[in-house]
């Protein structure tokens, strides 16, 4: 007779304890952050740190990514100020890249004229992934 009182006391538990515990996956789970390597570049057609010479107003230089090209490629900005008064020049600005090497191009460069000229480059994927800024300085020395 005991056992016919406690039976469905033990079943409802037993299937509220079930229930309870049961995984709940709604498709929700956001996959894993993918780890990408550290960003590093290099600049080819400029010194890096040094002056350089511009023949004309406008002066094309390469950009290569030296690390593992990100997925979704690189975003490549600009800070291009005369120095030393530290006055902006706008620049045009640099489609992002999934190539591992491409072009940027400084345009509007005055006549004996000096630019600081500095590069960031970050993850498109990874705001996070921030490569270490380069800087060169360039001037138009527009021959006579």
Do not use: R
């Not at 033990?10 to 709604?26: D, R």
């Not at 990408?36 to 094309?60: C, I, M, P, R, W």
């Not at 620049?91 to 460069?109: E, G, I, P, R």
Request: with cysteine; proline share 5%.
């Amino acid at each position: 007779m005991v056992l016919k009182t406690y039976l469905p006391a033990v079943v409802l538990l037993s299937a509220v304890a079930f229930f309870a515990c049961k995984k709940k996956n709604k498709g929700t789970d956001t996959p894993p952050v993918v780890q990408e390597e550290a960003l590093k570049f290099s600049l080819s057609g400029v010194e890096e740190g040094a002056y350089n010479q511009a023949l004309d107003s406008s002066f094309t230089f390469k950009v290569k990514v030296d690390s593992k090209m990100p997925e979704k490629g690189v975003i490549t900005s600009l800070n291009v100020v005369s120095d030393p008064a530290g006055i902006g020049q706008d620049q045009d600005a640099v489609a992002n890249s999934t190539s591992a090497t491409y072009d940027v191009t400084l345009k509007h460069l005055k006549e004996l004229k000096t630019y600081k000229v500095t590069i960031n480059l970050t993850s498109a994927g990874n705001s996070g992934n921030v490569a270490t800024p380069k800087i060169f300085y360039i001037t138009n020395k527009k021959p006579l």
